[in-house]
């Protein structure tokens, strides 16, 4: 989500501006020409505006570089991230301010959409600013109208049926499975709704170029897990329609929110069956904080399936395909996930879900052989290329810049991957093709006994259950205004009630049942005095 939220304010900011190198970003998703590319700018003056990710912001060779660029500001954005008593806690947003101090001092802000009272003063403690002023616009949305729908076993119909009384209008469909993403879109389209899925298992290509058609009004609805939507300016989005019950209050408000930013009238409408939303959100529970025994047994078979022995393993990166992970050693995969983002945060590891790999080459045959093996020019070029640019390349598998490597003079040029393939398939290379993956790094050597401290554990496991609770009776919820709730959840408590959520206008509408019923009955008597 912080790479789509990147892509999308550059691309804003650059269209104020005829230098595109007025703003970059600086994430997993560059390659090393890309990056170089970046610094370039910055160094030169051009960029004045630099997004980076947390996790980037943590590579000494990016703490370096900043260090020689005068800054004058920093923006911290999400900043809920920072607190673990947040919906969405990041381990990497606590290193920060560290690394601040580090670069170099400059006024701080930190902003988010989505903060209580305790999560406000938790970022402001982090990120040593406890005396900064503190600006707290209302939560209120009066143009949204929040509604609780029965998900019925017809919910797909439901859903269709929903988009077409609404034609030609932006929308956004929240699922928790990406299989669900996948269905849900497909049966959009087969209903003529042009629509389009987007989660993190997609590669980034994919991902930007629906991201860009969405927003371009290409596709009207984007079916998606909560990996899109984080900063995405569209302000027509006229319907956000959640399929699944929402963990907390506040993922469902901020992803509800991304409707109706131009101030006009849209709905947020959450699908819910009580029964088996209930059972669903108690099977969360054990799925995000599985039995600590499991997190040790997540550890152990995972160094052992990476090879990492006793007191090895200290600094160390690994791509990790969880699902041979959990085939190979019989693990439930939610699980696994949950283990490994605890071992996160207890400092044990560095895990990444589906960080962008560039892709890899080694040249397996030595310099004084390349020409025994009747290579034509582009395979030939190439090779040269290679062994300029990359002076390891013999040794080790070195990450390169495919489509910069080579432009072939012919008349029909061949594309630098379909060359490395053909390089590979004689066994002349080892070729790793770019790739989306999970990574691993070991921030300790391996450890005999795994320790889960009751802060880690017992409190988010605890504070977990308790803003699901808060979910649930929201959307259980028949007699109060919905906006009212979701205000008094984020400290406003004196607010008017909205008049427009599904609990308002039913309560209007009995309202005026009774008053009908009201003049019925005098006309009634009327009519009897006059009998």
Known sequence: PLIALMKNQVDAIRNYSEEDGIAHFLNSSLNKSAIDQVKADVLSGKTKLLYVAPESL??????????????SFYAIDEAHCISEWGHDFRPEYRKIRPIVNEICKAPIIALTATATHKVRDDI???????????????????????????????????????????????????????KTVEELAEVLRANDISAAAYHAGMDSAMRSQTQDEFIMEKIDVIVATIAFGMGIDKPDVRMVIHHDLPDTIEAYFQEAGR?????????????????????????????????????????????????????????????????????????????TYAALHLLTQAGYINFQEEQEIQPRVKILISRREINDYGLNTEQHQLLEILMRKYTGIFTDLQYIRINETINPQSKEPISTHDILVSLAQRH?????????????????????????????????????????????EYADNTLYCRSQLLLSYFGENDADICGSCDVCRSKARGERLEARGERLEVRGERLEVRG
């Open 124 to 178: 402001k403690k982090n990120l040593g600013i406890n005396d900064a002023a503190e600006f707290c616009s209302s939560f209120n949305r009066p143009n949204l109208y929040y509604e609780v729908r029965p998900k019925t076993k017809n919910v797909d119909h439901d859903i269709v049926r929903f988009i077409k009384s609404q034609p030609g209008k932006s929308g956004i469909i929240y699922c928790l499975s990406r």
């Open 58 to 71: 943590t590579k000494e060779e990016n703490v370096e570089f900043l260090r020689s660029v005068k800054i």
């Open 259 to 335: 409707a109706g930013r131009d101030e006009q009238r849209a709905f947020a409408v959450l699908l819910y069956d009580p029964a088996k939303d209930k059972a669903k959100a108690r099977k969360r529970i054990t799925d995000n904080y599985p039995p600590k025994e499991f997190i040790a047994d997540v550890y152990h078979k995972t160094c052992d399936f990476l090879g990492v022995g006793a007191g090895s393993g200290q600094g160390h990166t690994f791509m990790l395909p969880i699902n041979d992970l959990c085939r190979i050693m019989h693990l439930p995969i939610l699980q």
């Open 428 to 472: 002349i290379i080892t070729y790793i093709p770019h790739d989306t993956a999970n990574t691993l790094t070991f921030t300790r050597e391996r450890q005999t006994d795994i320790y889960l401290s009751n802060q880690i554990y017992e409190n988010h496991r605890q504070q977990y259950i308790n803003k699901l609770k808060a979910m649930v």
